[in-house]
C-alpha cells in the first residue's frame, strides 16, 4: 500500500506550491498555482518552476515504485516547452511511467493549463537508491 500525500513532503515542493492530487504506481496528478514569484518578468511562468514541478510529480511516482527502505532521484531530465502560463492562471501536471525497472524508471510529464493548451512535456530519469 503506498504511503499517503502527507507522507511524501518535499520542501520545494511546498515552497513552489505544489499541491499533489493524486498519486499511485501508475499516475501522479498535481496543481500549480502561477504566482508572481515563480513568474519571469513577462508575468509568466518560469521555466525553472515548469521543470521543478514535473521532477516533482514523477519523483513521486518513482518513490511509490521502489521497495520499502528505498529512495529515488533524477539523474536525467529533458524538458520541452510548448507554451506559456501567465500569472494567476493554474497549471496541471499528470506525470506517468515509460519505464518501471528494479534500478531506474523514466516518467513522461504533460503539464497543462486549465484550457487544456500544453505548457510543457518533461521526460525523465530516476535512480533507484538503496
Do not use: Y
Not at 5 to 30: D, W
Not at 39 to 63: E, K, N, Q, R, V
Amino acid at each position: 500500500m503506498p504511503p499517503d500525500i502527507a507522507a511524501l513532503r518535499q520542501p520545494l515542493a511546498e515552497t513552489l506550491g505544489i499541491e499533489i492530487l493524486e498519486a499511485a504506481k501508475e499516475k501522479v496528478i498535481g496543481r500549480l498555482v502561477v504566482r508572481p514569484d515563480i513568474c519571469t518578468s513577462g508575468h509568466t511562468l518560469h521555466g525553472g518552476a515548469i521543470m521543478a514541478f514535473a521532477d516533482t510529480l514523477a519523483a513521486t511516482g518513482a518513490f511509490l515504485n521502489v521497495p520499502d527502505g528505498a529512495g529515488t532521484t533524477t539523474i536525467e531530465s529533458k524538458t520541452n516547452f510548448i507554451g506559456g502560463a501567465k500569472e494567476g492562471s493554474t497549471v496541471i501536471g499528470e506525470s506517468t511511467p515509460n519505464h518501471v525497472g528494479r534500478r531506474t524508471s523514466v516518467w513522461t510529464t504533460k503539464i497543462t493549463r486549465e484550457d487544456g493548451k500544453l505548457v510543457a512535456i518533461v521526460t525523465q530519469s530516476q535512480m533507484v537508491l538503496t
